[in-house]
């Protein structure tokens, strides 16, 4: 652009051109000189050679920050961050002896921890505890000990604390809190509004400790991504192990379109969630759909696979309900006698079930999912051909296992394991075999599906798994990609 021109079009938005930025100015391209006039015209009405500079500047680290999230990275050039929450997994220091103090211990941490969170709301700041309720208008918190539906299609609660028990009513005419409350399972701790008539409580509200509406989701910076698998079943006679191993040769790249190659190259995690190998004398007759019948050759076999996985992702391993560890829940980590071979690699990270991680500054819960065989037979609308959503009533619940003595065996520890106090950005789970992605209130629920093909016990019931897809969630966009192996 001639020096004159340039002058004019500052001039007419009210800028006056130093002769030392008119000749840095004529150096630039057209386009580049609108830019700098458009950033300048809210600044001081002349343009001095220093502020000038500024101007320049700030446009380069700009485009600095809008590119650099975008420039494609291979994971093995990124150092992990990987901070897993020892103190939330018990294994090595489950002390429950199952005795009567221990369950008392275990249901007060468990009511007080999340009569903390639903005190969090402007409405239940006031409760009354229980055995001081007084007639009239009446806030409590208490822990549901039995949900009925009477004959009249009314839903009545048992409701304690530490100093008392009431029943509670959610009228037949209640609308849309009676269909709020078919949610409702035993066990739960519950905020709830109403009005006392005669020695029970007629609920005008019931509140869920659930998940504050507005969150924000932490992100990573670098563009990289996780890999969620669960439900293996290693040892399986459907244990699909040719799905299997094109996984495993498509995080080394060596399979996939460009696109999906890119998409490997991202991933800087594995989590399993628990499920790795089919076990042995899990359920009856299972001995004739095994085809290896050795647990630690089950355990072999899947640490050889695991080989295959690049070098540079960190893998964390949760234990399941088919794995050689104890069944009740919290579940310790899979035992070094059994997977001798998962510990000898160090970046294979051991862990119980529920496990709590943070990777590159993304908040992690993965536990296996036992308990959404309770929240799937109990509460309506629910299927495993959508796990998704019988977690997200975990969410809402604020707790992994939310039935004490449902289908899910719980050890009773002094500290609850399987409350959800801080929500996490991803909630992790597999057990239903069914693949699973939604978001609720900003936590990405995701489940991780299996590579066992539709045993003869899930024909019988009707399930139908989908085996071989695994969701990849991108940690810096938040998105989750569902990749098919068969
Ligand atoms: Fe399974
Ligand atoms: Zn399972």
Known sequence: METTNIVDIFLKCNINLH????????KLKDDEIERILK???????????????????KEEEAEVLVRRPKKRVHAAEIDSEIKIKHERDVTNKSFSQGDIEGFIKYFNNK???????????????????????????VKIIGMVCEVRNSKKGHIILEVEDPTGAVPVLISNKSGELLELSRNIIRDEVLGIVGKTWKDMVIADEIHFPDLPV?????????????????????????????????????????????????????IKYLIIGGDLVDG???????????????????????????EGIPEHIEIIVISGNHDAVRQAEPQLAISEDFAPQLYTDPRIHMMGNPCHASLHGVDVISYHGRSLDDIISTLPNQSY???????????????????????????????????IDEPPDILHSGHAHHIGVTNYRGVNVINSGTFQEQTSFQKKLNMMPTPARVPIVDLHEMTTTIMRFM
Do not use: C
């Open 19 to 26: 002769p030392g930025t008119l000749s840095e100015l004529s």
């Open 385 to 419: 051909s959508k796990p998704e959503k019988a977690m997200v009533e975990l969410l809402r619940k604020r707790h992994l296992v939310p039935t004490y003595g449902g289908k899910v065996p719980l050890s009773p520890e002094a500290v609850d394991y399987m409350i």
């Open 280 to 306: 042995v004398g899990i359920y009856p007759g299972q001995e004739n759909e095994l085809e290896i019948k050795d647990l630690n050759m089950q355990y072999e076999r899947i640490a050889k696979y695991l």
């Open 39 to 57: 950033k300048a015209k809210d600044g001081p009405r002349v343009i001095t050679p220093e502020y000038f500079k500024t101007l320049i500047d």
């Open 111 to 137: 009511f007080e921890r999340l009569a903390k969170i639903l005190k969090e709301r402007d409405i239940l700041r006031d409760t009354t505890p229980i055995g001081r309720i007084k007639e009239g208008e």
């Open 214 to 266: 507005r969150r924000e989701t932490k992100k990573s910076e670098v563009d990289i991504a996780l890999a969620l698998i669960s439900d293996t079943h290693v040892g399986s006679t459907k244990f699909l192990e040719n799905e299997f191993k094109k996984f495993i040769k498509w995080t080394r790249g060596e399979i996939g379109s460009v696109k999906q190659r890119i998409l490997a190259e991202k």
